[in-house]
C-alpha cells in the first residue's frame, strides 16, 4: 500500500481502494486497536475516518484516572486533535509537548500534578525554557504550553487537581516596530522607484495590513482592479512535515487562521495602476507572474530586510508593515470597527490591545489641541 498524505493514517490500496485507518479502542497495556474504513476515492474514505474518530473522542479501554502518566494522556489528546485541526497547529502542539511538555511532565501520574506543581513548571520556563538554559520562553509560549496541558488534563477528564485559570503569566511586551511617518514615505518612495512584483506586494501590505503569509498566497484572481478591492482567503507559511519527526519542512496553503480572516479589503486608489500594470493570468500568483511558481513567507521576509537596507531605515520584520497600517488609519481617525475588520479581527479589542500602536507625532498632537482649546 502506499501512503496517500503525509500525516495522515490513509493509504491506496494494491486493488484501488483507499483505505483509512482509525484509534477504536485501547488494550489492557495501553496499545492502541485500530480499525478500518474503505472507500473508492481519498475525499471519500478520509470522510469516514473523521466521522469515525469524532464519533470515538474518548476510545474504551484506555486508563483515564491517576494511574495514567501524563505522556500517555498527552499522547491519547494529539492524536484526537489531528483530523480536528489545521497540520500547522497539530505540529505546534506536537513539539511545545515533546520539546517542553514531555521532559519534565512525561512521567508524573496526571493525577498527582497539582496546582503549585504547575506554577513552579511555569515560572520555570520563564526563566530558563530555552533548550540552551540560556535564558526563558516568552510568556505567550508559556500560556501556549500551559493552554496545551490544561486541553490533556480535560480530555483525560481529570479535574479538581489543578486551577488554571488561576495561573498567570506575565512579562515585558517586546515593543512592536512601527514605521515613522518619515520612515514610511521613504520606503515607499523606494518601492515605486522601479517597482517590480515582490515590490508591489510590499506595497499592498503596506497598505492594506495584509500579513505576509495572505500576501504569498494572494492569486491575481483576488484582486479586482475594477471594484478596487482585494479578498484574502488564503494562507502559506512553511511548516514541519506532521511526520517527518521535525527534520523536514514544506510549504503549505490553507485557509487563513480564523473564519474572521477571510475578507475583502479596499485597495487605495494609487495603487490599482501599479496592479493593472503587473495583473497576469487570473490564476497567476501576484509576486511572481506564474501559476505553480511562488515566493514564500521567508523569501518576501529577507527580500524585505534588503529592501530597507537598501532605503536606509533601521531593520524591522515584515510584520511591522501591519503595525504601520495600523497605526497611521488610528492617527487618521479610522472608525475602529472598520479597521478591525480589515485586519481580519473577531474582536476591536484585539485591534487596539495588539496593533494600535500611537506615535510620539500623534500625542505632541493631541496635547497641542489641548493647549490650544484654553483649559
Given at each position: 500500500?502506499?501512503?496517500?498524505?503525509?500525516?495522515?493514517?490513509?493509504?491506496?490500496?494494491?486493488?484501488?481502494?483507499?483505505?483509512g485507518?482509525?484509534?477504536?479502542?485501547?488494550?489492557?497495556?495501553?496499545?492502541?486497536?485500530?480499525?478500518?474504513?474503505?472507500?473508492?476515492?481519498?475525499?471519500?474514505?478520509?470522510?469516514?475516518?473523521?466521522?469515525?474518530?469524532?464519533?470515538?473522542?474518548?476510545?474504551?479501554?484506555?486508563?483515564?484516572?491517576?494511574?495514567?502518566?501524563?505522556?500517555?494522556?498527552?499522547?491519547?489528546?494529539?492524536?484526537?486533535?489531528r483530523?480536528?485541526?489545521?497540520?500547522?497547529?497539530y505540529?505546534?502542539?506536537?513539539?511545545?509537548?515533546?520539546?517542553?511538555?514531555?521532559?519534565?511532565?512525561?512521567?508524573?501520574?496526571?493525577?498527582?500534578?497539582?496546582?503549585?506543581?504547575m506554577?513552579?513548571?511555569?515560572a520555570?520556563?520563564?526563566?530558563?525554557?530555552?533548550?540552551?538554559?540560556?535564558?526563558?520562553?516568552?510568556?505567550?509560549?508559556?500560556?501556549?504550553?500551559?493552554?496545551?496541558?490544561?486541553?490533556?488534563?480535560?480530555?483525560?477528564?481529570?479535574?479538581?487537581s489543578?486551577?488554571?485559570?488561576?495561573?498567570?503569566?506575565?512579562?515585558?511586551?517586546?515593543?512592536?516596530?512601527?514605521?515613522?511617518?518619515?520612515?514610511?514615505?521613504?520606503?515607499?518612495?523606494?518601492?515605486?522607484?522601479?517597482?517590480?512584483?515582490?515590490?508591489?506586494?510590499?506595497?499592498?501590505?503596506?497598505?492594506?495590513?495584509?500579513?505576509?503569509?495572505?500576501?504569498?498566497?494572494?492569486?491575481?484572481?483576488?484582486?479586482?482592479?475594477?471594484?478596487?478591492?482585494?479578498?484574502?482567503?488564503?494562507?502559506?507559511?512553511?511548516?514541519?512535515?506532521?511526520?517527518?519527526?521535525?527534520?523536514?519542512?514544506?510549504?503549505?496553503?490553507?485557509?487563513?487562521?480564523?473564519?474572521?480572516?477571510?475578507?475583502?479589503?479596499?485597495?487605495?486608489?494609487?495603487?490599482?495602476?501599479?496592479?493593472?500594470?503587473?495583473?497576469?493570468?487570473?490564476?497567476?500568483f501576484?509576486?511572481t507572474?506564474?501559476?505553480?511558481?511562488?515566493?514564500?513567507?521567508?523569501?518576501?521576509?529577507?527580500?524585505?530586510?534588503?529592501?530597507?537596507?537598501?532605503?536606509?531605515?533601521?531593520?524591522?520584520?515584515?510584520?511591522?508593515l501591519?503595525?504601520?497600517?495600523?497605526?497611521?488609519?488610528v492617527?487618521?481617525?479610522?472608525?475602529?470597527?472598520?479597521?478591525?475588520?480589515?485586519?481580519?479581527?473577531?474582536?476591536?479589542?484585539?485591534?487596539?490591545?495588539?496593533?494600535?500602536?500611537?506615535?510620539?507625532?500623534?500625542?505632541?498632537?493631541?496635547?497641542?489641541?489641548?493647549?490650544?482649546?484654553?483649559?
Amino acid at each position: 500500500m502506499k501512503m496517500a498524505r503525509t500525516g495522515e493514517n490513509i493509504y491506496r490500496r494494491k486493488d484501488g481502494r483507499w483505505e483509512g485507518r482509525y484509534i477504536a479502542s485501547y488494550g489492557p497495556d495501553g496499545k492502541a486497536k485500530h480499525r478500518s474504513v474503505y472507500a473508492g476515492t481519498y475525499a471519500e474514505v478520509k470522510k469516514k475516518v473523521r466521522e469515525a474518530a469524532v464519533s470515538q473522542p474518548f476510545p474504551a479501554g484506555r486508563k483515564k484516572k491517576a494511574d495514567q502518566s501524563f505522556g500517555d494522556a498527552a499522547a491519547y489528546w494529539l492524536d484526537s486533535t489531528r483530523l480536528r485541526v489545521k497540520e500547522s497547529t497539530y505540529v505546534r502542539y506536537r513539539n511545545l509537548i515533546s520539546t517542553h511538555i514531555l521532559p519534565r511532565l512525561g512521567s508524573y501520574p496526571i493525577g498527582r500534578i497539582d496546582h503549585e506543581m504547575m506554577e513552579s513548571y511555569a515560572a520555570a520556563l520563564l526563566a530558563c525554557g530555552r533548550l540552551d538554559r540560556q535564558g526563558g520562553l516568552s510568556p505567550k509560549t508559556v500560556r501556549d504550553i500551559m493552554t496545551v496541558i490544561k486541553s490533556v488534563f480535560a480530555y483525560a477528564e481529570v479535574s479538581g487537581s489543578c486551577d488554571f485559570d488561576r495561573i498567570r503569566i506575565k512579562g515585558d511586551e517586546k515593543d512592536m516596530r512601527v514605521l515613522t511617518r518619515q520612515e514610511q514615505k521613504r520606503l515607499k518612495d523606494f518601492l515605486l522607484a522601479g517597482t517590480d512584483p515582490p515590490k508591489f506586494g510590499v506595497l499592498l501590505s503596506l497598505y492594506t495590513g495584509i500579513r505576509i503569509g495572505e500576501l504569498c498566497a494572494l492569486r491575481w484572481e483576488d484582486l479586482d482592479i475594477a471594484a478596487g478591492t482585494l479578498r484574502v482567503r488564503s494562507t502559506m507559511q512553511r511548516i514541519q512535515a506532521a511526520d517527518a519527526g521535525g527534520r523536514k519542512t514544506k510549504v503549505t496553503t490553507t485557509s487563513p487562521k480564523s473564519r474572521c480572516s477571510i475578507r475583502k479589503i479596499p485597495v487605495p486608489g494609487f495603487l490599482l495602476p501599479l496592479a493593472e500594470s503587473f495583473r497576469v493570468d487570473p490564476e497567476a500568483f501576484v509576486l511572481t507572474g506564474e501559476r505553480d511558481t511562488f515566493a514564500e513567507p521567508r523569501t518576501m521576509q529577507n527580500r524585505f530586510k534588503s529592501y530597507m537596507r537598501q532605503a536606509g531605515i533601521a531593520d524591522a520584520n515584515f510584520h511591522a508593515l501591519r503595525h504601520t497600517f495600523s497605526t497611521r488609519c488610528v492617527e487618521l481617525g479610522f472608525e475602529l470597527k472598520s479597521l478591525s475588520e480589515i485586519l481580519g479581527h473577531a474582536d476591536v479589542k484585539i485591534t487596539l490591545g495588539r496593533y494600535v500602536h500611537p506615535s510620539f507625532d500623534l500625542k505632541r498632537e493631541n496635547m497641542q489641541k489641548l493647549a490650544a482649546a484654553g483649559f
